[in-house]
């Protein structure tokens, strides 16, 4: 019969709550650099320190050039510029974070589209159960989020389920230096932008009188979510099975909504906690079938070998 896979010991549980937590605590890290910062350039500083010094300390993956520029792209201006445009005025770090949540489903649907892979009822229903949870906000929202702020995170959970597929296709497994190296290939499409869009007056002046708080908001996204945060993610895979490990992140969304709760005040009605639900809900049922039903699967191996 196949051995258990360990459980979690209490240190790489908090190694890996740590990670969570940091990355529900972005959102709110976000808000605050969106108030000094135009939003395309402050996504263009976080991929420009996200790639350096890290491409000097992590070798490069080994991967094919055109797909570290394919994910930088996509990761960069689709999911992190998309997103930020947004949270600058549209919609709110909490909101923001369950509704880029819906990168699940769309990465689920993208690859039985593209790859062919089986969507069972399970699926189906966790994406309806999850889908009810965007229309109440789109119903309730009103000043936490616009339409176009819905729109927008939305189109940013799609550019983060390409992602997947893209990262899926390399086949690597050291997402560290595959984030960091593909950050090469997000800034300056994001500097290009915006330049064009946003002029070239807060970039320069980020370089040439530094803002105490904008540098505590890119070396938060930089150094802490990205090194610490898929560097960290990465070791507990590779330790442990990602049923164990993955369901952890969807904590994110709700350490996300304590966070703005806490530090800048953000209601919480009954509705947007009734919404959380929902789309927490849809992810648990996508996420723990798939685990029960790989775990009864493995069962009835183990009942069939010892049989033999």
Same mark, same amino acid.
Request: glycine share 8%; net charge positive.
């Given at each position: 019969?196949q051995?258990?896979?360990?459980?979690?010991?209490?240190?790489?549980?908090?190694?890996?709550?740590?990670?969570?937590?940091?990355?529900?605590?972005? =959102?709110?890290?976000?808000?605050?650099?969106?108030?000094?910062?135009?939003?395309?350039?402050? /996504?263009?500083?976080?991929?420009? =320190?996200?790639?350096?010094?890290?491409?000097?300390?992590?070798?490069?993956? #080994?991967?094919?050039?055109?797909?570290?520029?394919?994910?930088?792209?996509?990761?960069? @201006?689709?999911? =992190?510029g998309?997103?930020?445009?947004?949270?600058?005025?549209?919609?709110?770090?909490?909101?923001?974070?369950?509704?880029?949540?819906?990168?699940?489903?769309?990465?689920?649907?993208?690859?039985?589209?593209?790859? #062919?892979?089986?969507? #069972?009822? #399970?699926?189906?229903?966790?994406?309806?159960?999850?889908?009810?949870?965007?229309?109440?906000?789109?119903?309730?929202?009103?000043?936490?989020?616009?339409?176009?702020?819905?729109?927008?995170?939305?189109?940013?959970?799609?550019?983060?389920?390409?992602?997947?597929l893209?990262?899926? /296709?390399?086949?690597?497994?050291?997402?560290?230096?595959?984030?960091?190296?593909?950050?090469?290939?997000?800034?300056?499409?994001?500097?290009?932008?915006?330049?064009?869009?946003?002029?070239?007056?807060?970039?320069i002046?980020?370089? +040439?009188?530094?803002?105490?708080? @904008?540098?505590?908001?890119?070396?938060?996204?930089? +150094?802490?979510?990205?090194?610490?945060?898929?560097?960290?993610?990465?070791?507990?895979?590779?330790?442990?099975?990602? /049923?164990q490990?993955?369901?952890?992140?969807?904590?994110?969304?709700?350490?996300?909504?304590?966070?703005?709760?806490?530090?800048?005040?953000? /209601?919480?009605?009954?509705?947007?906690?009734l919404?959380?639900?929902?789309?927490?809900?849809?992810? +648990?049922?996508?996420?723990?079938?798939?685990?029960?039903?790989?775990?009864?699967?493995?069962?009835?191996?183990?009942?069939?070998?010892?049989?033999?």
């Amino acid at each position: 019969m196949q051995q258990a896979a360990p459980a979690l010991s209490p240190r790489d549980l908090l190694l890996a709550l740590v990670v969570v937590t940091v990355w529900g605590s972005n =959102f709110v890290v976000v808000h605050w650099g969106l108030m000094r910062v135009p939003p395309l350039t402050l /996504a263009a500083l976080r991929f420009l =320190f996200s790639a350096f010094p890290a491409i000097f300390i992590v070798r490069r993956p #080994r991967v094919p050039w055109h797909n570290l520029c394919a994910f930088g792209l996509c990761l960069g @201006v689709g999911q =992190f510029g998309l997103l930020f445009f947004a949270m600058r005025a549209s919609i709110t770090p909490a909101l923001a974070a369950l509704v880029l949540q819906m990168q699940a489903f769309f990465t689920l649907l993208l690859a039985a589209a593209l790859l #062919r892979e089986p969507v #069972r009822p #399970r699926n189906l229903v966790a994406l309806l159960i999850a889908g009810s949870g965007i229309a109440l906000i789109a119903a309730e929202a009103g000043g936490y989020a616009t339409p176009l702020g819905l729109v927008l995170v939305l189109l940013a959970a799609l550019a983060w389920a390409i992602c997947n597929l893209i990262a899926r /296709a390399s086949g690597t497994t050291n997402m560290l230096a595959y984030v960091a190296w593909s950050s090469l290939f997000a800034a300056p499409p994001l500097c290009g932008i915006a330049l064009l869009l946003e002029g070239g007056a807060p970039l320069i002046r980020q370089f +040439a009188h530094p803002d105490p708080v @904008v540098i505590g908001v890119i070396f938060w996204q930089s +150094a802490a979510n990205t090194l610490l945060g898929y560097g960290l993610w990465n070791w507990l895979l590779n330790r442990y099975s990602a /049923a164990q490990v993955a369901p952890l992140s969807l904590l994110v969304p709700v350490i996300a909504t304590a966070f703005a709760w806490l530090l800048i005040g953000e /209601a919480l009605q009954g509705w947007k906690l009734l919404a959380c639900g929902l789309i927490l809900g849809g992810l +648990a049922v996508n996420q723990f079938g798939a685990i029960r039903r790989k775990e009864l699967r493995q069962a009835g191996a183990g009942d069939h070998r010892a049989s033999d």
